[in-house]
């Protein structure tokens, strides 16, 4: 076996669950669903994604993240997303979005791959 840094085949950066009940559960993906982050483990740091800050009955301020795609967009966009993340994490202090990611255009699969053939 490979080291992940080495290795050609990057299956072990997402996949799909086409029998899941939920999918798609993000409108808006660009690539490949990928359904290796179903729960985002970006949740209580800091991130760029788009999110919304509500106060909860016990007053705490949580994160939305329902309207974010980006650990869903593409298998190699996610995790190279994901990754760049976690390198610094830093704590969600409870405050409002000050910065958003900006995505990359993707071209449709089906476009590439005639443009391919």
């Known amino acids: 076996m490979q080291p992940k840094d080495t290795t050609?085949?990057?299956a072990f950066k997402g996949f799909t669950n086409t029998a899941c009940p939920f999918l798609p559960c993000h409108a808006g993906v660009r690539g490949d669903f990928n359904c290796l982050f179903c729960?985002?483990?970006?949740?209580a740091y800091r991130c760029p994604g788009p999110y919304q800050v509500f106060t909860d009955r016990?007053?705490?301020?949580r994160k939305d993240c329902s309207a974010c795609t980006l650990p869903h967009n593409g298998f190699r966009g996610a995790?190279?997303?994901i990754q760049k993340?976690?390198?610094r994490p830093v704590v969600w202090d409870g405050s409002a979005q000050t910065r958003r990611?900006?995505?990359k255009p993707v071209r449709p699969r089906?476009?590439?791959?005639k443009e391919e053939a």
């Open 8 to 10: 050609t085949n990057e």
């Open 39 to 43: 729960y985002c483990p970006l949740i």
């Open 58 to 61: 016990h007053g705490l301020h």
């Open 79 to 81: 995790w190279n997303f």
């Open 85 to 87: 993340w976690l390198e």
């Open 101 to 103: 990611y900006r995505q």
């Open 110 to 113: 089906e476009t590439a791959m």
